[in-house]
Every structure is written in structure tokens, then in C-alpha cells.
């Protein structure tokens, strides 16, 4: 059975950092793109990252980039987001989901499995 599941969110001051972790079970991580996303009550879902199933391949939403980075664990078969610099609007619930499509490229659309979220609070 895939699945997904997200840790590592809590409470930090604005310029701090918090390392996400995503946990997949049912299938191996490292042939899959992950993608990393959050929403925010009342805005639309925005992908933050996504790491490429076809080559590792990483790319970043505009508002992260810089201060977020993707990485996979195959041993652990977890996807790692670092988060550095965070500020007040990161505040959100964060989601990690998956096209489970071996060895596609990264895609914003199309994911069918998502994990539960872990939730990121930004404030002093």
C-alpha cells in the first residue's frame, strides 16, 4: 500500500529553520518525483519544490528559492525539505504527494497520493 507521511513541522522564529522529512512506504522513493506543497487558508495550493524521479533534478517556487532545499535519502527512502530563512509567510500546513509515474519528470499536476501534512508555524 503507498503512502506518504510527513514530520519534522513546529513552531520557529522568523530567520530559523526546520528540516521536513516525507517517509514513503509501498514503493521506492528515489525512482519517483516528490513534490513538496503547502496552501494557505484562502490562496491556492502552491508546489514549494519538487525532486525529479527522471534524474534528481530539483527545482523551487520562486518564493523559496534560495532558502529551501530538496533532497532524497534512498537508504531511508525519505525526501528531505531544509528550510532556512523562514519567515512569516511560510506559515502553513506542508504537504508532500506523488504522481508515482517511474521516471518521469517533475509535474505541479497530476499527483495521486499525498500524505496527511505536517504544519510549519513561523513566529516570534
Known amino acids: 500500500q503507498v503512502q506518504l507521511v510527513e514530520s519534522g513541522g513546529g513552531l520557529v522564529q522568523p530567520g530559523g529553520s526546520l528540516t521536513l522529512s516525507c517517509a514513503a512506504s509501498?514503493?521506492?522513493?528515489?525512482?519517483?518525483?516528490i513534490v513538496w506543497f503547502r496552501q494557505v487558508p484562502g490562496k491556492e495550493r502552491e508546489g514549494v519544490s519538487c525532486?525529479?524521479?527522471?534524474?534528481?533534478?530539483?527545482y523551487y517556487a520562486d518564493s523559496v528559492k534560495g532558502r529551501f532545499t530538496i533532497s532524497r535519502d534512498k537508504a531511508k527512502n525519505t525526501v528531505s525539505l531544509q528550510m532556512n530563512s523562514l519567515k512569516a509567510e511560510d506559515t502553513t500546513v506542508y504537504y508532500c504527494?506523488?504522481?508515482?509515474?517511474?521516471?518521469?519528470?517533475?509535474?505541479?499536476?497530476?499527483?495521486?497520493?499525498w500524505g496527511k501534512g505536517t504544519l510549519v508555524t513561523v513566529s516570534s
Open positions: 504527494a506523488t504522481d508515482l509515474l517511474a521516471g518521469a519528470p517533475c509535474s505541479w499536476y497530476g499527483m495521486r497520493y
Open positions: 509501498g514503493f521506492a522513493l528515489d525512482y519517483y518525483s
Open positions: 525532486i525529479s524521479g527522471e534524474d534528481g533534478s530539483t
